[in-house]
């Protein structure tokens, strides 16, 4: 295990807010560049090159994002995500060499926020962190601290929590800001269009299968907690959000 900084060497136009990277990557000459780019883009970045203490790194540094290899000695990139979110919303890129891989990571409920495919470009990566930064920073203009949707649902939209019947249910950003998007707007359809402009921003662009991946977590987790199925399908259209 290694943790290091690298003193930045590339002009880049720094993010406002800065923040801390944690770069959990086990090929040093890319965590290197990866790290230089970040610095130079005004965060404090560090290295670690395996899986191993990466939860003991994150909860005593507290990262504001993790830029997470899939594939790493020690311990891998899902166990190590999946145990992240038992305690903490920190944002999780995870990073994998197979574009196939993403679409398996989306079905897993890793609870990354982000994918990226190896090869990238290093300017890639920190327009990625870049937007995946400002959605977890945002909160929404004019909304409560605490709002209920039916009597049993409370999303908490300035800190990105969600309880069911007292029950805290972890989600991932993209699944909060769908859950958020169809409790707001009860009995109307809602088209996969309008979820991907409301789950992503920063108007990247996604697949069907990506918004119905991450639909389908969201379900799981909410049927962990209660019976209905709060979101149903519309063949052909979309989905919308019934407490019947």
Known sequence: MTLSSVAPTHSIEPLPQGGRVLIVEDEPRLAAVLAKYLQAAGYDSRVLHDGTMAIDIIREWQPDLVLLDLMLPGRDGVEICRQLRTFSATPVIMVTARAAEIERLLGLEVGADDYICKPFSPREVIARVHAVLRRHRHVPANTPGEVVHPSRLVIDAQAWGVRVDG?????????FRLLQALASAPGRVLSRDQLMNHAYPDMRIVTDRTVDSHIK?????LATVQAEDWIR???????????D
């Open 167 to 175: 029950f805290v249910l972890e989600l991932t950003q993209v699944e």
């Open 217 to 221: 977590n969201l379900r799981r987790k």
């Open 233 to 243: 399908s519309v063949y052909g259209v979309g989905f919308r959000f019934s407490e």
